[in-house]
């Protein structure tokens, strides 16, 4: 028996049912199409070195990765910062990074790409609706979080709304923020 000492930030990414080769190809173009329309959302938590290498790690990822094997090579890069300044009251402050950014980054992140490949996929197949479901078990899920599951949303506009939200919270709210452990699939 063989004993792994994890560290805080290994926590298990989400369960994609619907990653497939197909997925992951429109997961690349999607990726492609943002960094050159220049919609790329990159984290103030990266460095100067983390926002060059952020595209390329997350396109590796979408063609034959995981939101773990993503937060893996940020940790393993060093590229992402450990303390940002921030303004949030007016006086800016020193703001330190949590242990887990790269995970809620490299998730967050992935699984906005999933949708949207998603998206394209049942559009393209004639089709035009996704579930929404519990991906990963969390510990405190959020109410809202909760009430989402088992819902449908029209794939056009869910597609539309995260293409035109980088960096915001979607306002169809799908995905519904870091670490709610919340996708779509594919009915």
């Known amino acids: 028996m063989f004993l792994v000492k994890y ?4 926590v298990l990414g989400l369960a994609y049912e619907n990653l497939d080769t197909e997925i992951r190809n429109y997961m690349a173009e999607e990726i492609e199409s943002s960094v050159l329309d220049g919609t790329i959302y990159l984290s103030p938590w990266l460095t100067e070195r983390g926002a060059e290498e952020w595209s390329g790690l997350l396109l590796d990822a979408a063609r034959s ?16 910062n450990t303390a940002e300044r921030r303004k949030p009251s007016g006086v800016m402050t020193n703001y330190t990074v949590p242990e887990t950014a790269s995970h809620t980054m490299a998730e967050g992140e992935f699984n906005r790409f999933y949708v949207r490949a998603l998206c394209r996929k049942v559009l393209a ?3 035009g609706i996704l579930q929404v479901y519990r991906a990963k078990p969390v510990a405190n899920p959020r109410s809202g979080s909760e009430e989402k599951i088992g819902t449908t949303v029209e794939a056009a506009a869910l597609l539309h709304d995260l293409r035109t939200s980088a960096g915001l919270e979607p306002t169809l709210g799908l995905p519904p923020g870091p670490n709610s452990g919340l996708t779509v699939r594919i009915i």
């Open 65 to 80: 990765g995981s939101d773990d094997t993503l937060a893996a090579a940020l940790r393993q890069g060093r590229i992402r």
């Open 7 to 10: 560290h805080q930030e290994d």
């Open 125 to 127: 197949d004639g089709e």
